[in-house]
């Protein structure tokens, strides 16, 4: 998994509330089992018409949001399904963080297992996030995990909350795998142990 310490970029305003996952990747696309491939089709039925053509108003497809690397949302982002494939979208499209006043458990939890770092902040302060976002791509946040910050393109810097142990996964790019691959050593002494005690095992 990719380490997540400090990102600079353009941040896409999607002021939407009660995104599910199915918006963000549609089913027709989960038949896949790799991380890779899904950003062309992140939030497919918004971006593209019935004939596959892109929606010029869709904010993705503005010529300025093009390269978001943040996305700044309406609250309980993430609703709806467990699929994993909605933080493949994301990050395969490009987005390394989102923010928004709340999001559904599950997808939260998605995430920092695929180096997304979900910010949750109140509404206020997502307002001036989003209102900073809404200028274009000339505007950009700079979102520092070990300072546990957001600075808006005018300086003004907002702090937020997150777990130490995701924390410290995210910057050390730490995955499920990865973690337990970090007691490898104490792993293969206790199945040596095992071993030698238990022979006929």
């Known amino acids: 998994m990719d380490k997540f310490d400090q990102l600079t970029g353009i941040a896409a305003p999607l002021p939407i509330v009660n995104v599910d996952t199915d918006m963000i990747i549609p089913k027709q696309f989960l038949k896949t089992i790799k991380r890779t491939g899904l950003g ?13 053509n892109e ?9 300025q949001y093009r390269e978001a690397e943040i996305l700044v949302a309406g609250e309980n982002f993430g609703c709806g399904s467990s699929r994993e494939h909605a933080p493949w979208a994301i990050k395969d499209f490009g987005i ?3 923010i928004a006043p709340s999001f559904a458990d ?8 695929n180096g997304i770092l979900p910010i949750a902040l109140p509404q206020r302060e997502v307002d ?5 976002a809404e200028k274009g791509q000339n505007a950009r946040m700079t979102v520092d995990l070990e300072a546990q910050t957001v600075t ?9 909350e997150i777990d130490p142990f995701r924390k410290h996964c995210l910057l050390n ?16 002494s206790f199945e040596s142990q095992a071993t030698q005690a238990r022979p006929w095992v």
């Open 40 to 52: 062309v089709n992140l939030f497919d039925e918004m971006r593209y018409d019935d004939d596959g």
């Open 55 to 63: 929606i010029p108003d869709f904010v993705l497809n503005r010529p």
């Open 96 to 98: 390394r963080c989102v």
């Open 106 to 113: 599950i997808f939260f939890n998605n995430c920092f297992k």
């Open 128 to 132: 001036l996030l989003m209102k900073d």
């Open 152 to 160: 808006t393109s005018d300086g003004e810097v907002i702090t937020f």
């Open 173 to 188: 790019g730490l995955d499920d795998i990865a973690l337990t691959l970090e007691k490898a050593a104490a792993i293969d």
